[in-house]
Every structure is written in C-alpha cells, then in structure tokens.
C-alpha cells in the first residue's frame, strides 16, 4: 500500500481528491483517518474525533475495523464523538451511534469511557445541551457548568464567548477536534445542518437541537462555529447521485442558506474525498487537470 501523502492547504481553500471506485474511496479515508488521529496523538497525547452516520461512513468504519487498519490506531488515545444524532434510543437501528458502534467501536481496543455518544435518553434539547458541555470540559477544558448561562436561552446552554480564568477576558472558546468527518446529502445538507434551517444562523451555541420537516424529526447536531475551528474536516461523498450537487456546492455559487455543505470552511484543512461517479460533473472531460490534487479559494 503506498503511503497517505497530503497536500497542507492555507486556510479558505479546500482540496478535493477524485478516487475511481467506492472501494478505492474508502481506502483513502482509512489511510487519511489513520494518518491525522496518529499526528493528534504525536502533538498532545490524544485525537477528538467526530464521525457521521450514513452508508458511506459504514463502509468506512467496517474498513477501519479490520486488522490492516486497526492496528495502526493507538485507540486508547482516540476519543470518538458525533457530529450529529437522530432523536432515537442508543440501539435504534437509525441511531448514528449504534451504527459506528457495531461496524467499528465493538470490534477495536477502545475504551468505553472514549466514545462520547449523545445521550438521547435526556430528550433532543437536554441531550444537545449536555453534549456541548462534555465536550467543553473534555476537549476544551472547560467547566461548563461554573459557566453563567447564556441570556438568549433558557436551556442552560453555554454560550462560544465565555469569561473564564484560564482564558483572555472574553476570548472565544471553542473545543477543536482534530478532525471531523462528514458527509452530503442530495441536497447539499451536512451533519444535520439542513437548508433553510435555523441552525444554520447559530452563532452561539456549539450543538443544537431543531426539528427537521425533511425527515420529521428531531436532530442534534454540530453548528457551523464548532465545525470550522477544527483542525481537520474531510467531507466524504460516494455516488453518481450526487455529482449535481457536488458540482453546486463546489464551483456553484456560495449560499450556504440552499447548500449547508457549502458553510464548512474551517480554519485548519478541509479535504473532499470522493469517487468518479460523485465528481462526474466536477472533475471529468478535458479540461480535468493532471495533478491530484483541485483547489479553490472559499468566498
């Protein structure tokens, strides 16, 4: 296997790299996952990572648990969370938790106290609120709960800009994971960022819980703050089915308001990985470049 080479692109561009096959896709991102939990764990002794739900991270995730790639995971040192949850019991068969749990958590050395899953059991609300304040205290530092609530809200959610001791007068906290992984829907939405939805606006607040009319149902999920402090984001996305909008949220016009994909600019690397089919409309015919690698200043 030759080894995971990545391009470090400056902050607002983003790097897309076009794999032939879903297989070939999955190999990339094992190698990608393997290579930046091992460069969190050489910084500071620990990778936060978030995965995603859906049947390409499955793939994924069955890839990983595998004994080529996981032996190459220090997984006493990873701690997992969710860049979203669906309002549904642990071992629902929709739960985003479960489904990582059993085509991956269940089959590698990690411990129980690193799986960082939302805890459904308290209600959307409570359960987005308890999982900002988690990460807060294990990613971040924090204590929430010493933390004045924020005004705008009577959920006790903390808010992005805190006073704190360890921290400038009104310095900005915000947990960084090392990397985020995430995926695209048919229409452009991310996590559960969907379009036209409130969340979309969030400022404050580093998970929320919203109503989706789309699917009818309750989510909790990662805001736009959270996600682009991030050292690391891959969005993975496999499939003749999204190459329109593949197309739209690349080199369509910026209005992340129809296309949430198209909101995640994080500070630190975000990389597309996907498969021909997905980047039929973005990277075929002949005007295709050589290289590898595409970039694009983010507007």
């Given at each position: 296997?030759?080894?995971?080479?990545?391009?470090l692109?400056?902050?607002?561009t983003?790097c897309?790299?076009?794999?032939p096959?879903?297989?070939a896709l999955m190999q990339?991102?094992?190698?990608?996952?393997?290579?930046?939990?091992?460069?969190?764990i050489?910084?500071q002794?620990?990778?936060?990572?978030a995965?995603?739900?859906?049947?390409?991270?499955?793939?994924?995730?069955?890839?990983?648990a595998?004994?080529a790639?996981?032996?190459?995971?220090f997984?006493e040192?990873?701690?997992?969370?969710?860049?979203?949850e669906?309002d549904?019991?642990a071992?629902?068969?929709d739960?985003?938790?479960k489904?990582?749990?059993d085509?991956?958590?269940?089959?590698v050395?990690?411990?129980?106290?690193?799986?960082h899953?939302?805890?459904?059991?308290?209600?959307?609300?409570?359960?987005?609120?308890a999982y900002?304040?988690?990460?807060?205290?294990?990613i971040a530092?924090?204590?929430?709960?010493?933390?004045?609530p924020?005004p705008?809200?009577?959920s006790g959610?903390?808010p992005?800009a805190?006073?704190h001791?360890?921290?400038?007068?009104?310095?900005?906290?915000r947990p960084?994971?090392?990397?985020?992984?995430?995926g695209?829907?048919?229409?452009?939405?991310t996590?559960?960022?969907?379009?036209?939805?409130?969340?979309?606006?969030?400022?404050?607040r580093l998970?929320v819980?919203?109503?989706?009319?789309?699917?009818?149902?309750?989510?909790?999920?990662?805001?736009y703050?959270l996600?682009?402090?991030?050292?690391?984001v891959?969005f993975?996305?496999?499939?003749?089915?999204?190459?329109?909008t593949?197309?739209?949220?690349l080199?369509?016009?910026?209005q992340?308001?129809?296309?949430p994909?198209?909101?995640v600019?994080?500070?630190g690397?975000l990389?597309?990985?996907?498969d021909?089919?997905?980047a039929?409309?973005?990277?075929?015919?002949p005007g295709?470049?050589?290289q590898?690698?595409i970039?694009?200043?983010?507007l």
């Amino acid at each position: 296997m030759p080894p995971f080479v990545i391009v470090l692109n400056d902050d607002s561009t983003y790097c897309l790299q076009v794999e032939p096959t879903p297989a070939a896709l999955m190999q990339l991102a094992a190698r990608g996952f393997v290579f930046w939990a091992g460069k969190a764990i050489e910084r500071q002794g620990v990778a936060h990572i978030a995965l995603s739900g859906g049947s390409t991270p499955k793939a994924l995730f069955e890839l990983l648990a595998t004994e080529a790639f996981a032996r190459q995971v220090f997984w006493e040192r990873v701690h997992v969370w969710w860049s979203d949850e669906r309002d549904v019991p642990a071992d629902d068969k929709d739960s985003n938790y479960k489904l990582a749990h059993d085509a991956l958590l269940s089959k590698v050395p990690i411990p129980q106290e690193n799986v960082h899953r939302v805890k459904t059991e308290l209600g959307a609300a409570p359960a987005a609120a308890a999982y900002e304040a988690e990460m807060l205290r294990e990613i971040a530092g924090v204590d929430a709960a010493a933390l004045p609530p924020h005004p705008s809200t009577s959920s006790g959610q903390v808010p992005l800009a805190l006073s704190h001791p360890d921290h400038a007068p009104g310095a900005t906290i915000r947990p960084r994971f090392d990397l985020i992984l995430l995926g695209m829907g048919d229409d452009g939405h991310t996590a559960s960022l969907f379009p036209h939805s409130e969340a979309l606006q969030e400022q404050d607040r580093l998970v929320v819980s919203h109503f989706v009319p789309k699917v009818n149902m309750q989510r909790i999920t990662f805001t736009y703050p959270l996600i682009n402090s991030a050292d690391t984001v891959i969005f993975l996305v496999s499939g003749a089915g999204k190459a329109g909008t593949l197309r739209r949220v690349l080199i369509g016009d910026v209005q992340p308001d129809v296309l949430p994909s198209q909101g995640v600019m994080p500070h630190g690397k975000l990389l597309w990985m996907v498969d021909a089919a997905a980047a039929a409309e973005v990277a075929a015919g002949p005007g295709y470049p050589a290289q590898e690698f595409i970039y694009r200043r983010a507007l």
